[in-house]
């Protein structure tokens, strides 16, 4: 996989240092229900695509509705998760950058869950990866991207060191905050009998407002903004946001 903006730290890296724990630690980490019957619901069975698809964790579940699927996933190792859990083929998956390559689709739907789009951390990819979207939506298709809200979030990471207890294991996040680029880079430390395991994460957190100048410079508007996938109604306190956009041609 190409480099990102930071030295050793490339788009592969956080995906193959977290597979080995993602799904014991991360499974019920958002509302798996809620995505796959939004996004079930808004395809009309249509095509799908997932940015950051992981180990199929929501692909598989949209997928095993008869709802065609593809994931893209910069990490290998995730991927070997998702084939291993995916017997029947459900889901094609292809190892990419999403900021570098998409497949041609049309796609009715192309979604990007759970903060995964910061994880494309610098302003440049996450324009590219918004212009490869626009590109390879349906003309009447819809991009949904699912984050937290940085004002309101409660977690939001920003500088220190919090510990958690994820399953089996107790976990130590160490996170610095750029002010200037506004990057967080993080450690994950796991502690545990053979010595501490490093796991490196890195996001570029944007508001709901940025996200929508991304989508406008390339061609798309906003065609709706909830806060969860059960389509509350989004408001100055939610903490999160479920955004719907559309070509602004539609
Ligand atoms: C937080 S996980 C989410 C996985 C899955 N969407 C889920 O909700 O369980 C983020 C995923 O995005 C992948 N990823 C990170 N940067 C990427 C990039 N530039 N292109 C494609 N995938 C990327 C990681 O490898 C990881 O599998």
């Known amino acids: ?38 996004i079930s619901q808004l395809s009309e069975g249509l095509e799908v695509l997932e940015l950051g698809v992981g180990t199929g964790r929501l692909a598989l579940p949209i997928a095993s509705r008869g709802i065609p699927t593809t994931g893209v996933d910069s990490s290998s190792e995730m991927l070997d998760r998702l084939h291993a859990r995916d017997t029947s083929g459900l889901v094609e998956a292809h190892l990419a950058n999403m900021a570098s390559w998409l497949p041609a689709g049309p796609f009715k739907i192309i979604f990007c869950a759970y903060n995964t789009f910061f994880n494309l951390i610098n302003a440049a990819e996450q324009d590219q990866c918004v212009q490869l979207v626009a590109d390879r939506l349906a003309p009447d298709g819809l991009f949904v991207v699912e984050a937290f809200v940085p004002s309101n979030y409660s977690l939001l990471p920003t500088r220190g060191v919090e510990s958690r207890h994820m399953a089996n294991a107790t976990v130590l996040n160490i996170t610095i905050r750029e002010k200037v680029s506004g990057l967080v880079r993080g450690q994950s430390v796991q502690l545990g009998k053979a010595g501490p395991i490093l796991r490196p994460w890195r996001i570029l957190i944007k508001t709901p407002d940025e996200l929508d100048q991304i989508a406008a410079r390339h061609g798309l508007k906003l065609v709706q903004r909830w806060q969860d996938w059960n389509q509350s109604a989004f408001t100055s306190t939610s903490d999160h946001h479920v955004s719907v956009y559309a070509s602004d041609n539609s």
Do not use: I, K, R
């Open 1 to 38: 996989m190409e480099p990102s903006n930071s030295v050793n730290y490339l788009s592969s890296t956080y995906g193959d240092a977290f597979a080995d724990v993602y799904d014991d630690w991360y499974e019920q980490v958002t509302d798996v229900a809620g995505t796959v019957a939004l």
